[in-house]
Structures are given as C-alpha cells and as structure tokens.
C-alpha cells in the first residue's frame, strides 16, 4: 500500500528539487577553507575539500583575486545548503542512499553523461520515482545499493566518458555498473570499451530488452549521500512494467517483493498520471508482453484491464 508524505514534505522535496537542477557541476566532499598559494611568483586561490577517506585535498580555483576563481568557487555553494536540505528530506521519510554512492553519481553528473542519454535504472529507479512522487519508501528499501547505468543505442561519448566508463567496468569493487544491449556493443561500442567481450558477460554488462528503459526518459533528482543530483530515470510506467515482468520470473528471489513495489507505482500512476501505464505497455518488449498476457495474475494489478487489451492484440 502506498503511503503518501505530508503535503509539506513534498512541497519542501519539490523546491530543493527545482533548486538542484540549476547546477550544472556539483562538488565532490565537504568544503572547507581558501588557501592562497604562490606558484612562480604567482598567487593562486585553493579551496581545501574533505573526501569520503577523511583525506583533505586542494582544488585549484584559479588566479587569487580574478573572476575565473570566483566562478570556479560557486560550485561549492551546493555544499551549503544539499547536506542539511538532505538530512530534512530523509527526517520527512523521503528516500537517500549512502555516502559511497556519492562519488560515482556526482562524476557521471558533472561528466554530463546524463546529457549524452545515459540512464540510471534498477532498484534506485523505482525509489527515486516513489521520491517524485512523494509516496514512502519500502521498509525492505536498501541503503547502499549498486548504481546501474543504461546507456542508450548510438550514445555520444566523448574520451573523458569512455575512460570514466571502462575505468568503472575493469575495477572490480566499483560501485557503478554500466549496461548495454549486446547489439549495440557489436555494432558501436566495441572499439570503445577496452575489455573483451567474455569479462564484460563476467560483469553482467548485458541486459536483455535494455531499449525499453532508455527510450523514453525523464528528468528527477537523486538524494546521495550529501546531494541532490539532476539524473535520467526511465518513464515511471515502464518502471512498472519492468517490475511486473520480474515478479513473473520464476528464479527471482525478490519476486514478491517486486510485485508489491510494481502495485505501490501502478496504484500511484493510476492517480497521478492515469494514462501513464497504459502508454508503457505500446511499446513492451514481445518478451514481455507474451508472459503477461498470459498471467492471469496481470487482471488484479493497476491499469491492468485496458493494458490486457493492448497486450492481446501484441
């Protein structure tokens, strides 16, 4: 059952949100002090920044004094007010994962993968669509989850991109995994991923029917750790057709669970987006569609009675 926050709450959710999307580069760690520093005869400002290790490192702004360090300086007022605005949302029972996501989400951010039409899915998809919506997390809902990111058919990636991707695939402990359709690794991404393709199968790098997630995309906002951060989630109905499919899986050990969390999303976008599940399931992979179609469980879930029609005639 979905249980809805305060109208306060969400409203509080709401302008931190529309306050987060105006950056464009967030911080990584805590701020601290400027220092000046002479280089050559030159006077340059530094910002100290407190990282995940405790370890405190230097940040070069630029010049002492010119308007290239002020600039690069303002960065840091995400600093100012994310944490505590983070700590109130959380109090409210709005959903945020651990500090040790923060570094990989805030660099694929302030790499602009987002804008190449790169796409956070798996379980934070579905927990940071329940945010949008204001609805409370499960109970069950994990602190520290692995981040999963789509990227789409024909993406733009830059060499900064790749080297930042395949740096993520090849460590072992990373918490980034990155996923792509075997189709588009053969034709566009193989010489650009630096690994063979028998360890990226190691890595679960594959994912079936991954088109479905990353074609249609929306703007919302990730809580991590210490920050609000601008990301791409797959439409929240094809969420909810994803979810359904894999409660249907009969080796999925969260089978129950996901049927839950896609009644909490289904009964959610039934009154807040009525026509939002019916649309979703036009475009559902033949896979899906025939496993649903024939679950006669499909009938007591939202929007099930138009989408069955729909996914007959598939």
Known sequence: MAHRLAPDAIQLY??????????????????????????????????????????????????LGSPIAEAADTVFHASTWMPPAIEQLKSHGFYATARQLEEPLVNCFNLGLFDTGAVLIGPLAYLFWLNEFG????????????????????????????????????????????????????????DRVKLPYQALVKRHCFMANLHYLTQEVRP????????????????????????????RLPDNPRAEADRQEALVLGATLQRVLPDEIEAAA?????????????????????????????????
């Not at 220092?35 to 910002?47: D, P, Q």
């Not at 929007?303 to 996914?311: C, D, E, M, R």
Request: hydrophobic content about 40%.
């Open 135 to 190: 609805i409370r997390p499960p109970d069950h809902a994990p602190t520290g989850p692995d981040l999963d990111l789509a990227l789409p058919e024909q993406v733009e990636l830059s060499d900064a991109h790749v080297a930042f991707l395949n740096k993520c695939i090849k460590t072992s402990n990373s918490r980034l995994h990155v996923h792509f359709e075997m189709a588009d690794y053969t034709r566009y991404l193989k």
């Open 282 to 314: 036009i475009s559902l992979p033949s896979q899906w569609a025939r496993q649903l179609s024939a679950d006669t469980k499909l009938l007591g879930m939202p929007g099930a009675h138009g989408a069955t029609q729909l996914l007959a005639v598939e």
């Open 220 to 247: 919302a906002i990730a809580l991590v750790g210490d920050y609000l951060v601008p990301v791409k989630l797959p439409a929240p109905g094809r969420v909810y057709w994803q979810k359904l499919y894999w409660s």
């Open 14 to 63: 709401q302008d931190c949100a529309a306050k987060a999307q105006h950056y464009l580069e967030l911080p990584f760690g805590k701020p601290g002090r400027i220092l000046k520093k002479s280089v050559y005869g030159e006077k340059f400002a530094y910002r100290e920044v407190a990282v995940l290790s405790d370890d405190i490192r230097l940040r070069k702004l630029g010049p």
